[in-house]
């Protein structure tokens, strides 16, 4: 396993001319969103990263199954290092109304630095086709309203969405928020 991670680490890295992170492209994605003026919460930045991860097959990202479709468990660590760094704010909202007992949602806010730091990638990845692909994904996908994110997610990988508890719901095309 370790061999074949090396080995997607160097074939990246060759197409892009320098080695991207799941921190590197959740920054791009939530800085993305917040410049559309539709901040990003912790759900829809799963499921972006999950398209872009499936569409380009980057190995940045572990995807499992999960009880709100692709999960990525990586992710946390990564949004905590870029909070470290001072490139974005995490600030938790109450939620109104909660079916499955989570009374707050995160929303990721870039940062003065992290914006700094979100253009130089933006930048370099503009250098290369597989970097012009990401960001047309990114800029397609992250400040995209959440039902559009999950009905797409969950009708194009739904190997990724059997254990998933709002399956039906995203199906049916109900509000999730």
């Not at 468990?73 to 995490?90: C, F, H, T």
């Not at 929303?107 to 290369?128: H, M, Q």
């Not at 597989?130 to 309203?145: M, Q, T, V």
């Amino acid at each position: 396993m370790k061999r074949l991670t090396s080995l997607l680490d160097f074939v990246r890295r060759s197409k892009l001319g320098f080695d991207i992170t799941l921190g590197d492209i959740a920054l791009l994605a939530i800085a993305i969103a917040q410049a559309a003026g539709n901040p990003i919460t912790e759900t829809r930045l799963h499921k972006v990263l999950t398209i872009v991860e499936r569409e380009l097959k980057l190995g940045v990202a572990n995807l499992k199954p999960h009880y709100f479709g692709p999960y990525i468990p990586e992710l946390r660590d990564a949004l905590e290092g870029l909070r470290k760094n001072s490139y974005i704010e995490i600030e938790e909202r109450s939620r109104e109304t909660s079916d499955f007992g989570y009374p707050y949602i995160k929303v990721y806010k870039v940062t003065k630095s992290g914006e700094a730091r979100a253009r130089e990638l933006a930048d370099k990845l503009a250098r290369s086709s597989l970097g012009k692909r990401i960001l047309k994904l990114l800029e397609l996908w992250a400040p995209a309203r959440l039902d559009v994110v999950l009905y797409y997610v969950y009708t194009k990988y739904p190997d990724l969405t059997d254990r998933s508890v709002i399956k039906d719901r995203v199906l049916g095309h109900s509000a999730v928020t």
